[in-house]
C-alpha cells in the first residue's frame, strides 16, 4: 500500500493515526464484552475505519453525516463523549434513546449525527431533505450519508440518487463496498463492474476510492467536499474496502474464501498506515504504545462511567409523553366574513394562507407547480411562492417523504401532495418506520403533513378509490385528519401544519367539487381530537367521518322522526373519545359508519371502546357498518354494491327496532 502525505504536516498525519485507532481499540473491547455477554450484538467496522474517519475529518461540525452500522469512526470523530456511546448500547438513559433504540440506531443534532433505521435504504433520501434545506438556506454545506453495497439494491436508493441529481443537492454518497451483504457476495447482489457506475445513469459525478487507505479518503475528500461547497451538487463515492468480520459477531465468516481473507487482512488501513508513519519518522515505536494505552484508559474510565449509570426504571406515562412532540395548540379566529366555497377550494385557500404565514414551508409532490396539482389545489402557487417552495417531484414517494424528513431535521416544515391516497404504499416504510417513530427513538420530531386525496364514489377502481386511513390509525407516532366539510377542512389543515409531529390529511375527493359551505376568509385553526357534533338526539349515537357523514346526514333526511346524535370525529388519532361516551351514555346505542372494508378499521376499535367504556349504558351491540372485504371495484354497480353507504339506513332501523 503506497501512501502520499502530500503537504500535510506531521499532527494531521498523527491525528488521523489515533482518529482510526480508536475506533479500533473500542471495537476490540466490545468484542470482549460480547464473549462476557455484556452487549447484545456487534455490527464491526475493523477494517473499514479509514472511510469513517477520513470522510468525517473534512466534513465541517455543523454539516450533517448519515452514517450506517459499520461507521463508529463517524461518531468518535465527532467527539461524542463515549461514556454516552457506552450508554446507548447499554440501553442506559446517557444513550441517545432513553433505551429504546439498539446500537447504532440513533441520531443526535448536538452532534449533526443522524443514525440509520434498520431498512437501510431509507437513509439516502433523508440526506436529500437536509440537503435540500442547505440549499433553500443558502448555507453552502455539505451532507453526507453512507450505505453498504447491499443497501444499494433498495429502490429508495435510487429515487434518493435520481432526486438529488434532479435538484442538484450537494449530498456525497458513499458507498462502502465491502464485499458482501449480509453473506451474499457483490456478484449476487448487482450486475455492473462498478457501483461508481450508477453515476452515469442518474447524470450525477462519482469516484472511485481505495477506502482502506486513509490518505487517499482524506485528500480525495478534501477536495470533494470543498468543491461541492462551493458549486452544490450531488456525489457518489464508492470506497472499495472489505468486512473482515461477521455481518455481526454471531453470524461469522465461514461463507468468506480464505484468500480473500488474508489479501485484505494484507490491507489493513490502520497497520499499514502504522508502518508509513513510522517509516517517515512520524510516529516511534514508544509514542505508539502511549497512544494505545491513553485510548485504552479512556474507554475504560468511559465504560466504568456507563457501567455506574443507573438501568432506565420503566414508566408507562414516559414512554407515551414521547410518542408525540408536545404541541401547543393555538386557536386563531380573527373575522366573521366568510365565503361559500367547495372543499378543494376551502383546502388551496387553507394551504396559501399557511404559504404565507410559515415563510418557509415547502409544498413537494407530483404535478404540483406549474399545473396545480391533478385536483388544482395548488394552482397559482409557483407564481406567488416560487418553485424553490412549490417543488414538482419525479414520481418517488419513498425519497420525497424521506426527504420531508431531512427538511425537519434541518428545521424546515414540509407538505407533501400524494398524487392519491393509494400511492403512499410506495412511501409505506417511511411514514410509518421513519416519521412516525423518530420522536420516540430519539426526539426527532417530522415536521410533515402528508396530504391524502382519497375515496369512493367516483368509479376509480382499486388503485384510486381506497380510503386507507386504518394502515395510519394503527401507527403510533402519526396523526390522522380526515375532515368533511370545506370548513373543517381550512381550519384542520392549518393546525396540521402549524402541529410539529407527522399529519396524514385525508381529502375525500367525492367531496372536493360536490360540497359548498359558507368559510371565513382569514386564516383559522381547529383544535385536533375534538368531534363534531351536528345533530342532536337521544334515541342512537350516529359516528362517523368523511364521505359517511354526508351518507348519515343523507338517510336522517329521509327519516326526520330518529332522534339522533349524529358525531363526526374530523380527527382519527387523537379521537375525541370523550364525545363519543357521553352520547353513547346518553343515547344507549350506537352504529359507526365506515366507508373502508370492514376487518380491521377504525369502526372496529371505537366500538371495543364503546364496549369497554360504556357497556353498562348500552341496550343493543354495538353496531359496524362498513364496505365489503374485498377491494374496491371500478364500474359504478359494483361500487354500489361494495361501499357501505347504501347498507346504513337498513341497519340504523334495525338497531333503533332492538
Ligand atoms: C429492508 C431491509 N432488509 C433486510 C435487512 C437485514 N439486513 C441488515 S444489514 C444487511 C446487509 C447489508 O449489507 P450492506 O448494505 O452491504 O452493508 P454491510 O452490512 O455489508 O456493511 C441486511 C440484509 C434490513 N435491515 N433491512
Do not use: A, R, S, T
Given at each position: 500500500m503506497t501512501f502520499d502525505k502530500k503537504s500535510l504536516d506531521d499532527t494531521t498525519l498523527l491525528d488521523l493515526y489515533k482518529r482510526m485507532l480508536k475506533p479500533r481499540l473500542i471495537e476490540e473491547k466490545m468484542l470482549i464484552l460480547l464473549r462476557q455477554g455484556k452487549i447484545s450484538k456487534w455490527f464491526s467496522g475493523i477494517g473499514q475505519e479509514a472511510i469513517s474517519v477520513g470522510v468525517t475529518s473534512t466534513m465541517h461540525d455543523e454539516e450533517y453525516i448519515l452514517p450506517m452500522h459499520r461507521n463508529l469512526g463517524v461518531f468518535t470523530t465527532r467527539q461524542i463523549p463515549l461514556h454516552r456511546l457506552f450508554s446507548q448500547w447499554q440501553g442506559k438513559a446517557n444513550g441517545f434513546t432513553k433505551g429504546r433504540d439498539r446500537s447504532f440506531h440513533f441520531g443526535t443534532q448536538e452532534y449533526k449525527i443522524v443514525g440509520m433505521i434498520s431498512h437501510l435504504g431509507p437513509q439516502f433520501g433523508v440526506a436529500d431533505g437536509i440537503a435540500l434545506a442547505s440549499k433553500l438556506k443558502s448555507k453552502n454545506q455539505v451532507t453526507t450519508v453512507f450505505t453498504g453495497d447491499g443497501g444499494t439494491s433498495e429502490g429508495d436508493i435510487h429515487e434518493a440518487l435520481n432526486v438529488a441529481s434532479v435538484w442538484q443537492l450537494?449530498?456525497?454518497?458513499?458507498?462502502?463496498?465491502?464485499?458482501?451483504?449480509l453473506s451474499t457476495p457483490t456478484s449476487e447482489q448487482y450486475n455492473c463492474k462498478d457501483l461508481a457506475d450508477r453515476a452515469i445513469g442518474y447524470g450525477m459525478e462519482s469516484h472511485i476510492i481505495d477506502g482502506n487507505n486513509i490518505l487517499e479518503v482524506y485528500h480525495k475528500l478534501s477536495e470533494i467536499t470543498e468543491s461541492v461547497r462551493q458549486n452544490p451538487r450531488p456525489i457518489l463515492i464508492e470506497f472499495k474496502t472489505f468486512r473482515m468480520r461477521g455481518h455481526e459477531e454471531a453470524s461469522g465468516t465461514k461463507y468468506v474464501p480464505q484468500d480473500l481473507m488474508d489479501f485484505w487482512a494484507k490491507k489493513d488501513p490502520i497497520e499499514n498506515y502504522q508502518e508509513f508513519l513510522k517509516n517517515e519518522g512520524v510516529l516511534t515505536e514508544e509514542e505508539e504504545v502511549k497512544i494505545k494505552a491513553t485510548i485504552v484508559n479512556e474507554i475504560n474510565e468511559h465504560l466504568d462511567t456507563a457501567y455506574a449509570e443507573i438501568p432506565i426504571v420503566s414508566n408507562e406515562t414516559k414512554e407515551l409523553d414521547d410518542v408525540y412532540q408536545s404541541f401547543d395548540y393555538k386557536d386563531i379566529r380573527k373575522n366573521s366574513n366568510t365565503k361559500e366555497l367547495r372543499l378543494v377550494d376551502a383546502i388551496s385557500e387553507g394551504l396559501k394562507q399557511s404559504m404565507e404565514r410559515h415563510e418557509d414551508l415547502v409544498i413537494m409532490g407530483q404535478d404540483v407547480a406549474e399545473y396545480g396539482g391533478v385536483f388544482k389545489i395548488t394552482d397559482g402557487f409557483v407564481k406567488q411562492f416560487g418553485k424553490d417552495r412549490v417543488r414538482n417531484t419525479p414520481i418517488c414517494e419513498s425519497a420525497i417523504i424521506e426527504t420531508a424528513m431531512g427538511l425537519s431535521i434541518a428545521g424546515i416544515k414540509s407538505i407533501v401532495e400524494l398524487q392519491f391516497s393509494d400511492f403512499v404504499t410506495s412511501g409505506f416504510n417511511p411514514v410509518v418506520n421513519y416519521l412516525a417513530k423518530s420522536h420516540y427513538r430519539w426526539n426527532q420530531n417530522a415536521d410533515v403533513v402528508l396530504r391524502m386525496p382519497c375515496g369512493a364514489g367516483v368509479a376509480a377502481g382499486p388503485f384510486h378509490s381506497q380510503t386507507n386511513e386504518a394502515w395510519f390509525t394503527k401507527t403510533p407516532g402519526l396523526k390522522v385528519v380526515y375532515p368533511a366539510f370545506p370548513y373543517d377542512a381550512k381550519g384542520l389543515l392549518a393546525t396540521a401544519i402549524n402541529d410539529p409531529n407527522p399529519v396524514l390529511f385525508f381529502e375525500h375527493k367525492a367531496l372536493y367539487r360536490s360540497l359548498r359551505q359558507e368559510v371565513p376568509t382569514d386564516y383559522f385553526t381547529i383544535p385536533f381530537g375534538k368531534a363534531a357534533t351536528l345533530k342532536t338526539g337521544n334515541d342512537i349515537t350516529i359516528i362517523a367521518y368523511g364521505a359517511a357523514v354526508h351518507w348519515a346526514l343523507n338517510t336522517l333526511d329521509k327519516h326526520p322522526n330518529i332522534s339522533a346524535d349524529v358525531i363526526d370525529l374530523r380527527s382519527l388519532q387523537p379521537l375525541d373519545t370523550a364525545t363519543i361516551y357521553a352520547s353513547v351514555n346518553k343515547t344507549g346505542k350506537a352504529i359507526i359508519l365506515q366507508e373502508d372494508s370492514l376487518f380491521g378499521g377504525i369502526a372496529s376499535d371505537i366500538s371495543a371502546l364503546i364496549m369497554e367504556h360504556c357497556f353498562e349504558a348500552l341496550d343493543a351491540p354495538v353496531k359496524r357498518v362498513a364496505s365489503m372485504d374485498t377491494p374496491i371495484p371500478f364500474i359504478n354497480q359494483l361500487e354500489d354494491q361494495y361501499l357501505s353507504r347504501d347498507k346504513f339506513e337498513g341497519e340504523l332501523l334495525k338497531l333503533l327496532e332492538y
Open positions: 450537494p449530498v456525497l454518497f458513499c458507498i462502502e463496498n465491502n464485499g458482501y451483504g
